[in-house]
């Protein structure tokens, strides 16, 4: 009897931690998704601008858009903003939009200002694409758009933004259809941004 007992106490004691591990270590998008359960679409969302205006993504209905985030001080800024601005200008006459948000949630390299992060942009990449407030991409605080992108779309370890650059193309009715990691170059995108400005 009492090697039963024990025997249960052991079971139900290691299916509480492992319970407790899945949890900590992989958590669910269940919270943000009840956050955001009632959004169908990014068109559902309003963000500021770099300088602090509203914009509601509804202006961008009927687009193809990218939406990264983005830092100045990354070893990944340079390659990243260069392809940007060629598939910007490349496809933005055609229904096409990039949308960057600063973020300094990875190793505090995008430190400066909405100010500063402008000049920035449009100073050293002559970057055209609307530029929007700095934001969270993860925890509690985290933009309420991200939230929606990353219950979306999740990574392939856990939904969470692993790095700057983290990119989420969205199609004509504002769903997302795809999400790239940090590493994956924008003109590796371009075949699937094309496919999306062909569709009906």
Not at 30 to 51: L, N, P
Not at 60 to 80: E, H, P
Not at 163 to 185: D, H, Q
Request: aromatic share 14%.
């Amino acid at each position: 009897m009492h090697l039963w007992r024990f025997s249960n106490w052991v079971s139900l004691s290691f299916l509480g931690f492992a319970l407790f591990f899945y949890c900590f270590t992989y958590p669910s998008p269940a919270s943000e998704q009840m956050a955001e359960e009632g959004s169908k679409s990014i068109y559902d969302f309003t963000v500021k601008d770099i300088r602090g205006n509203d914009v509601s993504l509804s202006e961008y209905r009927g687009k193809i858009l990218l939406i990264v985030n983005v830092a100045s001080k990354c070893g990944l800024t340079q390659s990243n903003y260069d392809e940007l601005n060629v598939l910007y200008e490349k496809y933005k006459d055609k229904g096409f939009e990039i949308l960057a948000f600063p973020c300094n949630q990875f190793a505090g390299q995008e430190p400066e200002n909405n100010e500063k992060i402008q000049e920035f942009v449009c100073t050293r990449f002559k970057a055209e694409f609307p530029v929007f407030d700095k934001v969270e991409v993860n925890g509690k605080n985290a933009a309420p758009l991200y939230k929606f992108l990353k219950s979306q779309k999740g990574g392939i370890l856990g939904d969470g933004i692993k790095w700057n650059f983290t990119k989420f193309l969205v199609n004509k009715e504002g769903k997302v259809v795809e999400r790239y990691a940090p590493i994956t170059k924008p003109l590796k995108i371009e075949k699937d941004i094309v496919n999306l400005l062909e569709s009906s």
